[in-house]
């Protein structure tokens, strides 16, 4: 973004690197371990084995808790972005009635601590009749990381500022075209990272997902209910399958909706 | 916005208003608001009383317990917000700063520790933190230290490295998204005017990431102040706070009511450090 | 191509959600929804249960006794159709209405249980106006696990936590109710569970006490292991028991576990039916099922609990137990130890 002097470029390299240390110790550790056998809960450094691994193809309560997981986030991410997109179009546009008020309310499932969030929606799904099931998770979750994907979205759409969608107006765009042509490339970049924020919440949302699902598990309730007895070896092997395919899964989105030298970075 | 002249009258916008109407008040402001009104109630034998009353609040108010706890949780998220920040800014501009692939690369980096479980980094984490955690024993082995540090172990410290730790790429990315927002014809002109990266940065770059440190902030208060794991995980016996006495008005106390007005409290301090924050971004613009 | 959605698919999209969400309940087939401890329905009784029944049995495994309250309490008991839970527990539960009790018709193996736990009305907590609202499937003692290395000779009483000796290597477990109860005992209080206003303010300034001369309060078996590894522990009070014990040896600790002289609290896990039972025969299926020798033996070997089906070692009958009962008023220890904890 500017031209910035050697060293300040190799300061900002070690500073990242620091931060990359703290980030990344607590990932290496169960990585790690997922290769060495495990005896009586000690890592035997003497004897990689894959044994983890093997003991995980046959755990099928996790594997489908793991299924279950990823069919949440996806789904909450993706309509979060949708709702979000369709929200700040709606609350961006000069005065609205209650604009203020209505901002708070989409706020106020995030700002709220997890269990007060997951027992209303709880209580209110009782009320309605709705039958708890991946569904009801999936639209908790989706209130949930609503608030992030809305803010992060409204915060770009005010800074493509209205001069832009005026002009596009003026030669005669319909709104459709306006929002195809002007606003959705411009905010390409803010959906993918709002989508991959919302992912990783959904990802390790625990309490509110337990308050609103009926019998299915997702990943994190099923860790939470076995550290009664404790983690098994195989969820090292588990931790280092899921970071791996979802960090190609990253890499994918943004080779394929990002591509490097179209992106107007510079 | 998009919608102007005759159109703001059309079918579109009117979906569109109904549903950025109805969808929070149907899936948030309704269920919320009506699990909030217990907060009015009061518990009477193990029952809930529909009594409208103030007597929870009161409670809150009169008890010696509640305020120095919530002040000390504020304090420590406010922590957790700034040292996110400090520590995440100048990944933020590397990532602002850097083109193509790399940037993506980095970013990448940046976003992988988010999709592993919460639940399993703390586990990590205390175990490198731990008295005869990694941690200690690296320094031992190294011959930095004599004997095992305390440091780390078991205290608000160690919730505060934590929490850091866990939540350094929710601060990261909004500064990020809002660094790439400055327009570069406004860098151009400031180093064709003759300034250093050192003035550019001081007073067009930081000024312009404000918004984005803002909401960084925001992020990361919110998230660590509802947080009742990792205070309990890492924390030990000094490791109370604010969010584990909401929890616990739940299950053991059963004092759903009061554990309402809690609630409503920390919402309203959570409401406050947001608009807060948006008036110190307002004053920036 | 174009999206094309005009106001009859919006409409009749908006209109077929609801029926959506309902519909994967209607046509399945029978179905169990169980609420369970990790290691109460094990992947392979489970499989063993659908294959005799025909049915789906559907298992959500649950963390702390916090979140079944809130579950079950949320929900009006429709969520689920039977669930573990602890005798002091079960009292809320059937004061709010929450329970179905059980048919003893249908559960031939509670003929078959260990003698102590065959007349269901000397179990406390189980029975209320001569309805039996729990079967007893599974308990421990809370006693005290003791590093051999660090401790010596063998404690026999819980005064050793208030032992500045060992300042800083005790884990405590986080619970109000508990705690308060065994400080009771410790004290020489007759009855831990309903103690008087005077009472209860001579132990709350003893837990702060306990409190400074403690490492951590910890939540599940496994934190305790974890912190046992990375910190110089020398005491535990094992809200856990045997169960503890395994995994700690396991992990190859020199440890030992010792019910103090002033008598241990025990727990008692039992299985109770909620009042949104779907199907009654099917959740009185599924409880009989588990008090099979076979599985109780297996409980036994998997987690180190105590079964009521087989004899095992958890707390021999010279040991001194205290079961676990509803206490005098749970939101106001609840509340004290919440001081506790909030004292700097």
Known sequence: MMRLPGYAIGALWAMTGVVFLLLYSPLVIPIVSSFFAITHGEVQWHDPSLASYAALTANAGILEAVGNTLIVGFSASVLSIVCGTLLAIHYCGGKSLGREAMQFAIYLPFLMPPIITGLSLLIFFRETGIPRSLMTVIVAHTVFVQALTYRTIVVRLQSIGPEMIEASTDLGASAWQTFIHIILPNLASTLIGAGVLSFALSFDETMITLLVTGTDSTLPIRLWAMMRLGFSPDINALVAIILALTTLLCILAVRLLLPGEAQPAE | ?285 | ?344
């Open chain 2, 1 to 285: 916005m998009i919608f102007v002249g005759s159109a703001k009258n059309g079918f579109w916008p009117r979906l569109l208003a109904t549903f950025a109407y109805g969808l929070p008040v149907l899936l948030i402001v309704a269920p919320l608001a009506s699990f909030l009104a217990y907060s009015f109630f009061r518990m009477e034998g193990g029952q809930i009383v529909a009594d409208l009353s103030f007597g929870n609040y009161q409670r809150f108010f009169t008890d010696a317990i509640f305020i120095p706890i919530l002040w000390r949780t504020c304090l420590l998220c406010l922590a957790v917000a700034a040292l996110t920040i400090l520590i995440g800014f100048p990944v933020a501009f590397l990532l602002a700063n850097l083109k193509g692939r790399r940037r993506y690369l980095v970013l990448l980096m940046v976003l992988v520790p988010l999709l592993m479980s919460y639940i399993i980094k703390i586990y990590a984490i205390r175990s490198i933190l731990g008295g005869t955690g990694f941690l200690n024993r690296f320094l031992l082995w190294t011959g930095l230290v004599d004997a095992p540090l305390t440091l780390f172990v078991f205290n608000l410290n160690a919730v505060l490295l934590t929490l850091t730790i866990l939540l350094i790429p929710f601060a990261i990315l909004p500064i990020f998204l809002s660094l790439e927002r400055i327009p570069r014809d406004l860098i151009e002109a400031s180093s064709d005017l003759g300034a250093s990266s050192l003035q550019t940065f001081a007073r067009i770059i930081l000024p312009l990431s404000v918004p984005g440190i803002v909401t960084a902030a925001s992020f990361v208060f919110v998230l660590a102040i509802g947080d009742f794991l990792t205070p309990q995980m890492v924390g030990g016996q000094s490791g109370f706070t604010f969010g584990r006495i909401v929890y616990s008005q739940f299950g053991t106390a059963f004092n759903w009511p009061f554990g309402a007005a809690l609630a409503t409290i920390l919402g309203l301090v959570a409401i406050a450090v947001i608009a807060a924050g948006s008036r110190l971004e307002a004053r920036q613009r």
């Open chain 3, 1 to 344: 191509m174009t999206l094309k959605l005009n106001r009859r698919t919006a409409l009749s999209l908006a209109l077929a959600a609801p029926a959506i969400l309902s519909s994967s309940r209607a046509f399945a087939a029978k179905e169990l929804r169980v609420m369970a401890w990790q290691g109460y329905a094990d992947d392979d009784w489970v499989k063993e249960f659908q294959d005799q029944t025909g049915a789906k049995a559907n298992v959500l495994f649950i963390g702390t006794d916090d979140e079944i309250w809130a579950k079950i309490k949320g929900s009006e008991g429709k969520d689920f159709d039977v669930f573990a839970v602890n005798t002091a527990q079960l009292q809320r539960y059937i004061d709010g209405g929450l329970t179905t009790p059980h048919d003893l018709s249908k559960l031939p193996n509670q003929k078959e249980v260990l003698p102590r736990f065959q007349d269901l009305s000397k179990v406390k907590g189980v029975m209320r106006d001569g309805k039996v609202h729990s079967i007893p499937f599974c308990f421990d003692s809370i006693g005290i696990i003791y590093d051999k290395d660090k401790v010596n000779p063998a404690p026999d009483t819980f005064e050793i936590f208030w032992d500045p000796k060992y300042k800083g290597k005790i884990l405590a477990y986080d619970n109000g109710e508990h705690n308060f109860s065994f400080t009771a005992l410790t004290m020489g209080i007759e009855d831990p569970f309903h103690l008087t206003e005077e009472q209860m303010g001579k132990i709350k300034e003893k837990l702060i006490a306990l409190k400074s001369n403690v490492l951590s309060f910890y939540t599940t078996p496994d934190e305790a292991l974890q912190l046992y590894k990375s910190n110089d522990v020398a005491l535990i009070w094992a809200n856990y028991g045997q169960q503890q014990v395994k995994a700690m040896k396991d992990a190859g600790a020199n440890i030992e576990y010792v019910n103090p002289k002033e008598g241990a609290l025990a727990w008692l896990d039992t299985w109770a039916m909620t009042s949104g039972v779907q199907d009654v025969d099917l959740a009185e299926a599924w409880v009989n099922f588990l008090l099979q020798k076979k599985i109780g033996q297996q409980l036994s070997e998997r987690t180190g609990f105590g079964n009521t089906v087989v004899e095992t070692g958890s707390a021999g009958a010279s040991d001194k137990l205290v079961w676990l009962d509803f206490v005098e008023d749970p939101t106001k220890r609840s509340d004290l130890w919440n001081e506790v904890k909030a004292q700097p």
